[in-house]
């Protein structure tokens, strides 16, 4: 059944944004393999290289299902939004060049969102793909079973990699795309941002690879990273409506303790920045939420919500086992 397709429209767009890895070519093909039931999955390769793209690619431009534009050297989320500017998918997933797709990804995420239209986000599992002396092998899975408003989750840290994730592209322009000012992080800042506006869908299917193998190596920056993340978590808190949205997506005592801690995380770093009316916003919302959680407090799962360094469905928590 058609909804916001057309026959000559392609269903699902990948963006996939390249700093010139050999493994490009892998990531162009794991999306192009994609069957999906009523439709066809475009690809847009974003050279970020500043230079011509090598041979393997190359022999791939003459699929008309592949276009390829550049935007030298302006980083990963100019890359992403100028790709997703050309898609014309009504779906948008983004793949880094050095991860691919699973068989079934595109279509078990879109078919998800053709049965929900009260939903924008659709995601499954990602598979951490690590190597030894014996070759590749699995490093452990990433997945989080959340799904409706999982505001309260996202702000905790639940890791949603891009690659396992399809949105509607009117709910990525709705927030404006990804946030070219973040130096890192832009990733976790974009799901945030669509956890305020967005419900989303879960499957437990494997749909993605996330490479951390032998030739693995990457361009973030963590140092950066910590306060891209701390950055984009104030914006989170300072949003229209966000204690609403973010306490209605806290079911569990769990949860309500993330909140509290995230306000008072966030009245500490106000403070040390000398944000004083700021930290009595946190400290009021901080209270609010305390109150909340009564008698969900009494629980042991409320305290251990408090203790945890790392939240389920974390990335490291997750890898940890």
Not at 92 to 102: E, K
Not at 118 to 125: I, L, N, P, T
Request: with cysteine; hydrophobic share 45%.
């Amino acid at each position: 059944m058609m909804t916001e397709r057309t026959r000559n429209a392609p269903a699902v767009s990948v963006i996939i944004p390249t700093v010139g890895r050999s493994s490009l070519a892998k990531a162009v093909e794991s999306a192009l393999s994609q069957a999906l039931p009523d439709g066809w999955v475009e690809v847009v390769v974003v050279n970020d290289t500043g230079r011509a793209l090598a041979d393997p690619l190359n022999d791939l431009q003459a699929d008309p299902r592949v276009t390829i534009i550049s935007t030298n050297r302006r980083g990963v989320a100019v890359a992403r939004n100028s790709g997703a500017a050309v898609a014309r998918g009504a779906y948008l997933t983004f793949l880094d060049d050095d991860d691919w797709l699973l068989q079934g990804g595109l279509a078990n995420l879109s078919g998800l969102l053709d049965r929900a239209p009260e939903a924008d986000v659709a995601y499954g599992v990602t598979m951490v793909i690590g190597s030894d002396a014996g070759g590749e092998v699995e490093l452990g899975a990433v997945f989080s079973s959340m799904a409706g408003e999982c505001a309260s989750q996202t702000l905790a840290g639940v890791f949603l990699s891009l690659g396992a994730l399809v949105c509607r592209a009117t709910a990525f322009w709705r927030i404006g795309g990804f946030d070219t000012c973040l130096r890192s992080s832009e990733d976790t800042d974009l799901v945030r941002r669509l956890s305020m506006r967005s419900r989303f869908m879960c499957t437990e299917q494997p749909v993605h690879i996330y490479y951390r193998g032998a030739a693995w190596e990457t361009k973030t920056d963590y140092a950066a990273s910590v306060d891209a993340l701390r950055v984009s978590r104030e914006a989170m808190l300072d949003a229209g409506g966000a204690f609403r949205r973010i306490t209605a997506s806290a079911r569990s005592p769990y949860w309500r303790a993330r909140n509290v801690k995230a306000y008072a995380a966030s009245a500490y770093w106000n403070l040390m920045h000398g944000r004083l009316s700021r930290v009595a916003s946190r400290i009021s919302y901080l209270l609010a939420s305390a109150v909340l959680s009564f008698p969900a407090c009494l629980r042991r799962e409320y305290w251990r919500g408090l203790a945890d360094v790392q939240v389920p469905g974390s990335l490291q928590r997750s890898l940890d086992g």
